[in-house]
């Protein structure tokens, strides 16, 4: 079962209705926003309706809204090795 | 000093220049190039799944590829105003969201 990768990258303002309600229907509320779909007919016409708007990747998994996020977050080139209450806790 | 011109004497006149300028020619072929790609990805993947869709199917039978596409109909579209029945498709309203890839035949 595979899964369609849907992220809005053109914002609809001035499309005709059809079109923000398409968007809508597929979860789509603001620009940037990625969902995931099951690969089905009915979902592919869909994203036929608004193909202008969006990218689209085939993905084997879907992930949640956090894990989507945590694509996009750098590197903080660091690493925690010990906090300070693990510490603490070892001196006693 | 006061020059009398259209945009001056009458109130909201909108003034889209007559040519489509090379950049813009380019982020044209982009975008096409880009629907293409996204009506690619569903139709492989249909496929994959043992499916198939009305519109995806109309589409490949219908609409030309980008680097199947004349010059003429990338960057103008088909009016019967007009003297050569041809003006900037940045005329066309909402141009950069839009599909516009036919014309008439013989025009």
Redesign the interface.
């Known amino acids: 079962m595979s899964y369609f990768r849907v992220t809005l990258v053109r914002s609809a303002i001035g499309l005709p209705r059809r079109t923000t309600d398409v968007l809508k229907a597929l979860g789509l509320k603001k620009r940037m926003v990625t969902v995931f779909h099951p690969v089905s007919p009915s979902v592919a016409g869909q994203i036929m309706k608004v193909k202008e708007l969006v990218e689209v990747r085939e993905v084997e998994k879907r992930l949640t809204r956090q894990e989507v996020h945590l694509e996009r977050k750098p590197d903080p080139g660091y690493y925690v090795e010990k906090t300070s209450g693990a510490e603490w806790k070892e001196s006693r | 000093m006061f020059k009398a011109s259209s945009p001056l004497f009458s109130g909201l006149l909108w003034k889209i220049p007559w040519r489509i300028s090379q950049p813009q020619k380019a982020r044209q072929r982009k ?1 096409l190039r ?2 293409d790609r ?2 690619d ?2 139709s ?3 496929t ?2 043992g ?6 199917t109309r ?1 490949f039978k219908e609409m030309p590829r980008e680097e199947e596409m004349l010059p003429k109909d990338k960057y103008t579209l088909f009016d019967k105003k007009e003297k050569t029945y041809r003006k900037g498709i940045h005329k066309l309203p ?1 141009w ?4 516009q890839r036919v014309n008439p035949p013989g025009f």
């Open positions: 975008r880009s629907v996204v009506v990805t569903v492989a993947a249909l994959r799944n499916h198939s869709a009305r519109s995806v589409w909402k950069t969201r839009v599909s």
